[in-house]
């Protein structure tokens, strides 16, 4: 351990040469590198978003069951406790018709003021769950109960999307994985073109008693290096047109329901986990490397 801390000094300079002396190969491999953490990164903003998006989504997938005429008042408590017990309800709420007929005339205008005298609406349970992809099945359990006269979520097009978005969000996370695979190999590939630029000078290091970490360790400090400065391209590109894009749409896709991402923090956790990932794969891809060749060349 000693060994190792004194020779560090010397180390970080040979790697620094190194990198000074094969610039265009450092550059092509920069490059390289944040092509791929690029595309991770994008990859990563799409399924953050999309992860937001969907949780604005569900808050907004409730089930409203309308609660039968016949049923008394005093009988509501135990309905509601009924539906409660129901595995994956999160809350139920209850709401009376006067309150459904002011929320109908708030939401549409005066119009409909004239039913006040006779208001046609049901009193109505609002039920919350935890796992949205239960709506069909819960509420087909509600509406078998005594008392509810209908139940109401948006039908099997809601379930529907709501699984379609786990999927593709599901998918963009694999391939956000894939993307680092592949820094992971162009960093390997890189390095291993170093290492072969460098046989010789390698080859009178182990002839003269040079051990593995003492070869190996100033390709992982390249490596890092490589993988910070890879990682620090996309991270400015991304971050400065994320911001701009975010200003421009006022944090709204399309619609106030389809809501994006946030700049704070989340960019701010995002970059540091492309920056993190930048420099691991670059000292995972220069280890690689340089240890498959040092086993090689024995």
Not at 13 to 22: C, K, T
Not at 170 to 187: D, N, P, R, S, T
Not at 239 to 249: A, E, P, R, T
Request: aromatic letters at 12%.
């Amino acid at each position: 351990m000693f060994l190792f801390i004194k020779c560090l000094p010397r180390m970080f300079r040979m790697a620094n040469q190194d990198i000074r002396r094969h610039f265009s190969l450092t550059f092509s491999s920069i490059l390289s590198i944040a092509v791929a953490l690029f595309i991770a990164m994008i990859m990563g903003i799409f399924a953050l978003n999309l992860d937001y998006v969907t949780q604005g989504l569900e808050e907004e997938f409730i089930i409203q069951v309308s609660i039968s005429p016949s049923v008394e008042q005093e009988e509501i408590p135990s309905l509601m406790e009924k539906i409660e017990k129901l595995k994956d309800v999160e809350s139920v709420s209850y709401s009376s018709k006067e309150d459904e007929l002011d929320a109908l005339i708030e939401e549409n205008g005066d119009v409909f003021s004239q039913y006040k005298e006779s208001n046609p609406l049901y009193d109505v349970l609002v039920v919350n769950l935890k796992d949205k992809s239960n709506l069909d099945s819960i509420s087909k359990k509600i509406e078998n109960m005594d008392g509810v006269a209908k139940v109401n979520y948006g039908g099997t097009m809601i379930t529907t999307l709501v699984s379609l978005m786990a999927v593709v969000r599901k998918w963009g996370y694999v391939f956000l994985g894939i993307m680092i695979i592949l820094a992971i190999y162009l960093i390997r590939n890189t390095i291993k073109l170093t290492i072969q630029t460098r046989k010789d000078e390698i080859m009178i290091m182990r002839n003269v008693g040079a051990m593995n970490w003492y070869v190996t360790f100033p390709f992982m400090l390249e490596g890092m290096i490589f993988g910070f400065f890879g990682s620090l391209i996309p991270i400015l590109i991304c971050d400065i047109g994320y911001y701009v894009l975010y200003s421009k749409l006022d944090g709204v896709l399309v619609s106030s329901m389809l809501k994006i991402m946030p700049f704070m923090p989340n960019m701010l956790y995002l970059s540091l986990g492309i920056l993190l990932v930048g420099l691991i794969v670059g000292v995972i891809g220069s280890y690689l490397a340089s240890h498959k060749y040092l086993k090689w060349t024995r």
